[in-house]
């Protein structure tokens, strides 16, 4: 009797766990995916640098730190061109990448911007980035991410245009899938503003060439452990001209 009674206790708790998913509040671990996503490593770089990013023709080498097997990695790439599309495919040993059609915006002032993922790394140091067309003025944000969970599914991708200058730029609002997530974005700008700032719980700011303190035109944050659709916000300290692209990772 008492062991049927512990049953009937155990399945009223999930019932009642099950409940509070599906009214959209935070789940038990294993809701959610039962893990949590940190940030490893990020590599944000400009060709005409030639330092980790060096470009020759439509063809560009991005150098990244040795990867931990079986992590996800993200890559944002914008170029000054403007001729409606940059890239075209990104191949590294072990790794395959995709390029999600969602994660393309282009804008005249700004220029082209787009995004791949793989959602297991292997070792290799070395990524082979191939544009549709010769590289322009080209910047490249590269983050890698570990989940503690059993796996990583790409989510969804949303992308945002100012339609004209001004000191806030703010980013797509993205319908997720639910549970933990992480939310990786990319502004390119038409100039350099005097300042560049996020707010709200997007974190790890990164400005071209690695240092946060580079005024750049080019910035990337991302918003980690979140179902949150709340749109990332930059804070310009001069009116420019921008676009945003926003890639969203599920964890499971």
């Not at 245009?161 to 730029?169: D, I, L, P």
């Not at 700011?205 to 949150?228: E, M, P, Y």
Request: aromatic fraction near 6%; glycine fraction near 12%.
């Amino acid at each position: 009797m008492s062991k049927l009674l512990f049953i009937l206790t155990l399945l009223v708790s999930l019932a009642h766990a099950q409940i509070y998913c599906d009214k959209g509040q935070e789940c038990p671990a294993g809701g959610g995916g039962g893990g949590t996503f940190t940030l490893s490593h990020t590599v944000a770089d400009r060709a005409a640098y030639s330092n980790k990013l060096v470009c020759s023709g439509s063809s560009c080498t991005l150098t990244v730190p040795a990867p931990t097997s079986g992590h996800a990695a993200t890559i944002h790439i914008v170029d000054s061109g403007g001729a409606g599309s940059i890239l075209s495919s990104v191949s590294s040993t072990g790794e395959t990448w995709v390029v999600p059609a969602g994660c393309k915006v282009s804008s005249g002032p700004v220029g082209d911007m787009a995004a791949a993922y793989t959602l297991s790394t292997g070792t290799s140091t070395t990524i082979t980035i191939t544009l549709t067309q010769a590289f322009s003025d080209t910047v490249v944000i590269y983050r890698e991410y570990a989940w503690s969970g059993s796996s990583v599914s790409f989510d969804t991708c949303a992308t945002a245009t100012s339609g004209g200058s001004g000191t806030t730029a703010t980013g797509p609002t993205r319908t997720m899938a639910g549970g933990t997530e992480l939310s990786n974005t990319m502004m390119g700008l038409s100039a350099t503003p005097s300042s560049i700032t996020v707010g709200g719980s997007y974190t790890d700011l990164v400005k071209q060439n690695d240092a946060s303190t580079t005024l750049a035109f080019a910035a990337g944050a991302n918003w980690l452990n979140t179902s949150s659709s709340t749109a990332v916000v930059y804070t310009l300290g001069s009116a420019e001209n921008w676009i945003i692209s926003d890639m969203v990772l599920k964890g499971n």
